[in-house]
């Protein structure tokens, strides 16, 4: 299984260019089950998530290739399939979001409901809540969602929970609402750039949307959507991660393709800590100047700062001059990084939902292990500028969501490289079985390994 090592104190120079955003691009392939005939979708970054969803619309009897520059390519053939298994959908939650294009083209669906996860439960009563209101029926039982209509029917519903929105929530009965017949309001629909991206592609396809980007969404169903063409978003998280990286590691750094609409929050708290930002005509450019000022940050639905670059930030702060707090108000419980970075000599005490983070002069290297996607990214940039030698386990975390960090980060002049351990070496669980099988795609395959049908 695979490590990072990183030695660290190594300045960062240069361009790193951003990637299509995982989280944008989800939802959109499982948009393309709405469609008749192909959808053609670009930028689309070579994941380990992107291979499951995939693998989920090759099961659900889509054709699903990969061309080159990130294009991919996906038909429905067949509409047979109504059913997401646990196998795949426990690797990744994000594929619930199947379950609104589903029930919308076909009447009816099974999907395995995800289950919780390292920062905590993920609950999806507001998936179930907006599709009942479009007139479905629904069921929960022996670990799956079943879904039944005929017919949807537009409604009006308020998706809230206690967080705000929900962005699949939200992507989920979107998706259903263009297809249901007459007008749904979604009021408290999330208003992430990713729910953006989705509306416009759906926009393409032949949906009615009006107000996209704002709480409220309004959805004229029509009668049948096509196939489009559609370029996803570059992913601001992503780009966040290498603002970052390269506020933490000093040097002088472009990250090409950050859209600084996108990432208000975090330029403004990244400002407030008096890191040296600015924006460019293709990027946005970051220059290192010793340690941060302390800060405060709460997570937030958007436009608030995200909770997927949360630990990044606490990071950041655990270089800071003085004492910074983070809270948490999207899952309370995802602090499990900062156990990881007290071993690098980082000072994180939990409270409630929230972290203190007393800033350190220097970290140290050590050994480490990964637990989330966003976590390992944390404990790369805290690689970055320990002292000596960081080794990172159990890395397929990282490549759920981060398109060859390492080689990208060492373009920039970090020393950072990933080392495959032998199986005897490792003393780590391995993958689960649906993992396992995952390898890296070729351009111009399809997804699916047809020598182990997963479905
Ligand atoms: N929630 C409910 N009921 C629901 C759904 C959500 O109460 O039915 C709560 C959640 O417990 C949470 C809050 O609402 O407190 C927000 O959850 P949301 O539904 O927005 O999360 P999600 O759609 O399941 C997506 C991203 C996550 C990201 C969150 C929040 C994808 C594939 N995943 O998840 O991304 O953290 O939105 O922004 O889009 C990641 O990329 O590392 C990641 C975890």
Known sequence: MDKIVIEGGAKLEGRVAVSGAKNAAIPILAATLLAEGESVIEGVPDLRDITSMARILSCLGASVNREEEGVVRVQVLNEDAVEAPYDLVSTMRGSFCVLGPLLARRQKARVSLPGGCVFGLRPIDL?????????????????????????????????????????????????????????????????????QDLSHFLVKMGADIKGIGGPRLVVRGVERLTGARHRIIPDRIEAGTFLMAGALAGGDVLVSGARPDHLSAVLDKLQSMGIDLRVEEDGIRVRGNGRPSPGDAT????????????????TLFCRAKGISIVTERVYADRFIHAAELNRLGARIRKDGASVIVEGVESLSGAEVMASDLRASAALVLAGLVADGTTEIRRVYHIDRGYEKIELKLSKLGARISRVT????ESSEPSSSPAESHLEPVMPGSPYLDTREPPC
């Open 127 to 195: 998936h179930v809540k907006g599709l009942s209101r479009l007139g479905a029926k629904i069921s929960l039982e022996h670990g799956y969602v079943s879904a039944e209509a005929g017919t949807l029917y537009g409604s009006d519903m308020y998706l809230g929970g206690p967080s705000g929105s929900s962005v699949l929530g939200t992507a989920n009965v979107l998706m259903a609402a263009t297809l249901a017949k007459g007008k749904t309001v979604i009021e408290c629909a999330a208003m992430e750039p990713e729910i």
């Open 299 to 314: 997570t937030l639905p958007y436009p608030g700062f995200p909770t997927d670059l949360q630990a990044q930030l606490t």
């Open 421 to 424: 351990t032998s199986e005897g």
